[in-house]
């Protein structure tokens, strides 16, 4: 099994302002996933990790407004950038283990005034 | 261009019935399927993975099955408890891919 830890768990940011969400696992993996979570709605991959690598963005989101960081085999960040008020989900991270059950961090809930 | 569906959106059940939840994807060829449960603004919790090979899978008092050709999954909650009251989401893998679609869920309540 993993373990993932998500920083912050919450935060509430002003409109035009950027978010950094930091990921921790507690065993290395090659690929780790952003989703963004919509007030009631299903989860949507935003973009996959790999390390030593550019990300892979889903249709709809760019580099520019999700940048994210890939440092190591462990760890993982997603900045959201000029914030606005859409932005407002839950963001969370996941890995693939071997087996390929897929494991979530707890999420970071985001909220833009 | 593969899509997950959940049916009902919600659910509420007094406790100790045994209940069916229900998830349907349009393409067939799938890597494997996974049942996840999701309480109130928290991460996901895998319950169950189900590779295409495989018709079900248990884990205590769940049981999920999958007909690949129907294009279907079943999630089954024996004597349900209000401990189970959360969201459950399927998602598939497609063949081919790494990545998970989700389905739109199911919100659970079951009620004392």
């Known amino acids: 099994s993993a373990v993932i830890s998500q920083k912050p768990s919450r935060d509430i940011c002003q409109r035009g302002t950027s978010l950094t969400i930091q990921c921790q696992v507690d065993?290395?993996?090659?690929?780790m996933f952003w989703y963004r979570q919509q007030p009631g709605q299903s989860l949507t991959l935003i973009a996959t990790?790999?390390?030593?690598?550019?990300?892979?963005?889903e249709s709809g989101f760019v580099i520019d407004k999700f940048p994210i960081s890939r440092p190591n085999l462990t760890f993982s960040t997603l900045t959201v950038s000029n914030m606005s008020p859409e932005d407002s989900s839950i963001y969370l991270c996941?890995?693939?283990?071997?087996?390929?059950?897929?494991?979530f961090g707890p999420g970071t809930r985001l909220t833009v005034l | 261009k593969q899509e997950v569906t959940q049916i009902p959106a919600a659910l509420s059940v007094p406790e100790g019935e045994n209940l069916v939840l229900n998830c349907s994807f349009t393409?067939?060829?799938?890597?494997?399927l996974q049942w996840f449960r999701q309480d109130p603004g928290k991460g996901l919790t895998s319950l169950l993975l189900?590779?295409?090979?495989?018709r079900e899978q248990t884990s205590g008092r769940l049981n999920a099955s999958l007909d690949k050709s129907s294009g279907r999954s079943t999630l089954y909650i024996a004597a349900s408890q209000p401990g189970d009251s959360a969201t459950y989401l399927c998602?598939?893998?497609?063949?081919?891919?790494?990545?998970?679609?989700f389905g739109t869920g199911t919100r659970l309540k079951v009620l004392a």
């Open positions: 996941s890995v693939d283990l071997a087996g390929d059950t897929q494991y």
């Open positions: 065993s290395q993996v090659t690929m």
């Open positions: 990790a790999n390390q030593g690598s550019e990300a892979t963005y």
């Open positions: 393409d067939s060829a799938i890597y494997n």
């Open positions: 189900i590779q295409s090979s495989q």
């Open positions: 998602a598939v893998k497609p063949s081919g891919t790494y990545k998970y679609i």
